[in-house]
């Protein structure tokens, strides 16, 4: 839920998803890689490659390190190293522990954003507002921010805005940030089936939505205000 906000703020300040970077090619630690590397414990990201001028490249990370914590919260593996750089933004400094030649080793890394081209970074407009029915506001979900908040598919529309005391608001289960799948038992893959099934929403008429949010799914029931 943090990255699912962290991602919807950057949409609503930015347009699009700032990703932070760190510029290392890496992979999970085995049983193997602990006992050659001397590490602690099988557990770390190790690294494989530098990308030249990065973060990492500047900030002196070498390639066979281990990278084993990122600000004292433990890295268990390479893709937890991913999702905790996911949690942070492009210019945030973070301390980075690595294991090299057995011993650990603490360096604060600046890192930069991700060099996304401008066609995946963009986040779609809101294009179906719906502030009259339910007082929410959605996009469809590029591969890019499918990638930020953890979706297996770019199916569902993201939550960009909701109402302030609007009907979803008052139920407390959707947010920004959310993942509608279902509206009334129809399947969710674009804003274009928002609005075919909004279409045959009355005032008045209860409309169920399954949101994701979290990582949690929920049936959201939700009354459309009367005329």
């Known amino acids: 839920i943090d990255l699912a906000q962290r991602v919807t703020e950057d949409l609503i300040a930015y347009g699009h998803v700032r990703r932070a970077y760190l510029g290392v090619r890496m992979q999970a630690v085995t049983p193997e890689d602990a006992e050659a590397l001397g590490l602690p414990?099988?557990?770390?990201?190790?690294?494989?490659?530098v990308t030249e001028d990065t973060p990492a490249e500047?900030?002196?990370?070498?390639?066979?390190?281990?990278?084993?914590?990122?600000?004292?919260?433990?890295?268990r593996t390479s893709n937890d190293l991913q999702h905790k750089i996911a949690l942070?933004?492009?210019?945030?400094?973070?301390?980075?522990?690595?294991y090299r030649n057995g011993q650990p080793t603490a360096i604060e890394v600046r890192?930069?954003?991700?060099?996304?081209?401008?066609?995946?970074?963009?986040?779609?407009?809101?294009?179906?507002?719906?502030?009259?029915?339910?007082?929410?506001?959605?996009?469809d979900?590029?591969?890019d921010l499918a990638?930020?908040?953890?979706?297996?598919?770019?199916d569902g529309v993201v939550v960009t805005g909701i109402q302030r005391g609007g009907p979803a608001a008052r139920r407390g289960n959707i947010q920004r940030?959310?993942?509608?799948?279902?509206?009334?038992?129809?399947?969710?893959?674009n804003s274009e089936d928002v609005d075919d099934a909004f279409s045959r929403v009355q005032a008045g008429e209860v409309v169920s939505l399954v949101v994701e949010t979290g990582g949690n799914t929920n049936l959201v029931n939700v009354r459309v205000p009367g005329r």
Do not use: C, F, W
Request: aromatic share 2%; net charge negative; charged share 25%.
């Open 141 to 143: 979900i590029t591969p």
């Open 177 to 189: 940030g959310s993942v509608i799948h279902e509206i009334n038992g129809q399947t969710i893959r």
């Open 88 to 98: 942070r933004a492009p210019g945030d400094r973070v301390q980075v522990t690595v």
């Open 41 to 49: 414990r099988i557990a770390g990201a190790l690294v494989q490659g």
């Open 147 to 154: 990638e930020s908040l953890g979706l297996a598919s770019t």
């Open 111 to 139: 890192l930069d954003e991700a060099p996304i081209t401008e066609t995946v970074a963009e986040a779609p407009e809101p294009r179906v507002r719906m502030a009259d029915k339910i007082g929410i506001e959605v996009a």
């Open 58 to 75: 500047r900030a002196g990370i070498q390639a066979y390190d281990v990278i084993t914590e990122v600000d004292g919260e433990e890295v």
